[in-house]
């Protein structure tokens, strides 16, 4: 009975092992395919991120960096006098709307900039449209500079030089300067959704914290410039 016995207990345990075995591969199976299944998802995640980034990266003047001046021979609405950035607007923030007139989206642009405008009069910053064209006569763009009840300054860009000064291939377009002239942000279409207010305010906040002892604030007169090549043309 006690070899029998014996015999019962040696077997039991290699029943259960027999048992045991195949739940063992399986679970390493399931262990297997987890990870293959995990290693997977990480390289699809990576291979669509890496197509997706596969758009042309803006160039890297872009940011922060300078720009080029106004021209001084081109026609100014709101203001008697060509600007530049370096002498009445120096150390100022600007925002720079570039547009051709030709979408009637340009009213309800024109109008969110005023607002901007008319928010942070008393700071040194400023508002200045460059519209592009070369068919509207002086007469007419002159109407919607006030019919429009557009109060910052507006340069005209017959030649398309200004556009050229600052990177501009697009319309509309948004350029942000910072105190410095250099770009601080660039908009395309689908501008007006931005946190252009934001952007500004943070901008002016970095120039409160240089503490420069003295800013004019430029604040344009509402007069008109022209040329002297376009009264010798005339």
């Known amino acids: ?136 006569s002086i007469d007419e763009l002159s109407c919607i500079v006030e019919d429009w009840g557009i109060e910052f300054p507006v340069i005209i860009d017959n030649r398309g030089t200004v556009s050229s000064r600052f990177n501009v291939s697009s319309f509309p377009s948004v350029l942000v300067l910072d105190s410095r002239a250099r770009v601080s942000a660039r908009f395309y279409v689908g501008w007006e959704k931005a946190d252009l207010r934001g952007i500004v305010d943070d901008l002016l906040q970095q120039l409160r914290a240089m503490r420069y002892s003295q800013i004019v604030v430029y604040h344009p007169d509402g007069g008109s410039f022209f040329p002297n090549s376009l009264h010798q043309g005339n």
């Open 1 to 136: 009975m006690r070899g029998a016995n014996y015999g019962k207990k040696r077997v039991t345990p290699l029943e259960d092992y027999s048992r045991e075995l195949p739940r063992s591969e399986l679970s390493r199976k399931r262990m297997r395919s987890t990870i293959i299944f995990f290693i997977a998802m990480v390289v699809s995640a990576f291979l669509l991120g890496f197509l997706f980034d596969l758009g042309p990266d803006p160039p890297v003047e872009n940011v922060l960096s300078d720009v080029g001046d106004f021209p001084g021979d081109h026609i100014w609405f709101n203001s008697s006098e060509p600007i530049s950035l370096y002498d009445q607007l120096s150390r100022h923030v600007v925002v720079v709307f570039f547009c051709r007139l030709s979408t009637l989206c340009d009213l309800q642009y024109f109008s969110r900039l005023e607002e901007i405008h008319e928010e942070f009069m008393e700071e040194p910053f400023t508002v200045i449209a460059v519209i592009q064209t070369e068919e509207t």
